[in-house]
């Protein structure tokens, strides 16, 4: 493996096959920490099961449903979506800075408000019949963020557009460089690298 680094392949174009991935997986994985070996580890896992996966599949679900309630708790309760609105949260809004550092304290209220809507549709008309407005803010904060990739997905408009503009809010939200919550953080650099290569080809395609 090293000397294939060394000949210029990138860590993600290395593949090493376990016959048994429990007997020997961690033996590997010791193996090249131990050498400090800059690789990419073999993903055990299904690209849409990971936090990121799941992320993008809860953005497109959004989209799809016309921004249904239900989407749109799957969204703002994403641990990612979570996640940026602590970072996003204008310190000048004292309901809002009181939340900053509490995460599960405000997936629960934007839980609890959105729960009580499962009639209405549409971020904007949502965070409009928030009782709390802590998560009326930060509904607005995601309609504001993310209401031109959901417009533009109403259109017909060419393929490696919609993957442009995905970048731009994966890119926002942070779900490929800072993928907080992995379960096991040597997957990181390959469920990065698997996200970022399937946009990018996607992005230079020619199909309308």
């Known amino acids: 493996m090293e000397s294939y680094i060394e000949n210029g392949y990138a860590p993600s174009e290395i593949a090493i096959l376990l016959a048994n991935e429990r007997l020997h997986g961690n033996l590997v994985r010791s193996f090249i920490a131990q050498r400090q070996i800059n690789a990419n580890m073999a993903i055990s896992l299904n690209m849409r099961q990971s936090t990121s996966g799941s992320w993008i599949k809860s953005l497109s679900n959004l989209s799809s449903t016309q921004e249904s309630a239900e989407a749109i708790l799957s969204f703002a309760t994403h641990p990612m979506s979570v996640n940026w ?49 802590e998560a009326q803010h930060a509904l607005n904060l995601l309609h504001d963020i993310c209401k031109t990739f959901l417009h ?41 690298t698997g996200w970022k290569n399937f946009i990018a080809d996607i992005e230079e395609t020619r199909i309308q």
């Open 152 to 192: 533009n997905n109403k259109q017909r408009y060419p393929l490696k557009d919609w993957a442009s503009e995905l970048r731009t809010l994966a890119d926002e939200f942070n779900i490929f460089d800072n993928p907080p919550f992995l379960e096991d953080p040597g997957l990181k650099a390959s469920i990065s």
């Open 85 to 133: 609105l602590n970072r996003n949260i204008p310190k000048e809004t004292p309901e809002l800075a009181h939340e900053r550092s509490q995460f599960d304290k405000l997936a629960t209220i934007l839980s609890d408000n959105i729960c009580r809507q499962t009639a209405t549709s549409g971020l904007s008309a949502i965070s409009k019949n928030c009782e709390q407005i």
